[in-house]
């Protein structure tokens, strides 16, 4: 087994399998993107914000996320899943994540994560996750 680190988009090499963590929101032409990179491996896992939640667009987290981070697009589960399935990706499986697993530091993060964790168990994860954002995990491959 091996890592690379590096532009793959620099060279003709080809892996199993190609992490996308946090990525084409960044990207301006992200189907011309991710349709560059489909055949470079049989299997990718995607990190996608999710941006368009109307908690967001109710403080404009799409403007600051541009500003703070750079991010270009914003997505839905379900633009995200459309985009990737019109790019030819076959979606194996998809989760949503919070960021439960990693500690707040401050006490506004531990707060913030209380209203996200009821609602996630106790209601609908798609209603908690347009309600209040978070990030899909995909795992997809190349269909061929």
Avoid: Q, W
Avoid at 84 to 113: D, H, S, V
């Amino acid at each position: 087994m091996t890592f690379h680190c590096g532009d793959f988009l620099e060279t003709s090499e080809t892996f199993d399998i190609i992490l996308l963590i946090d990525v084409f929101e960044h990207i301006e032409d992200y189907y011309t993107f991710l349709r560059c990179i489909r055949p470079r491996a049989r299997y990718f896992i995607f990190n996608i914000p999710l941006e368009m939640h109307a908690l967001g667009l109710l403080r404009n987290l799409p403007t600051t996320s541009f500003e703070r981070v750079g991010h270009k697009h914003f997505f839905t589960k379900d633009i995200a899943l459309a985009t990737l399935e019109t790019c030819g990706y076959n979606i194996i499986a998809n989760e949503y994540g919070f960021g439960m697993g990693l500690p707040a530091k401050r006490l506004r993060g531990r707060i913030a994560k209380l209203p996200r964790r009821i609602l996630y168990s106790m209601l609908s994860k798609d209603f908690a996750v347009r309600l209040l954002g978070g990030s899909l995990f995909v795992l997809a491959s190349s269909m061929k």
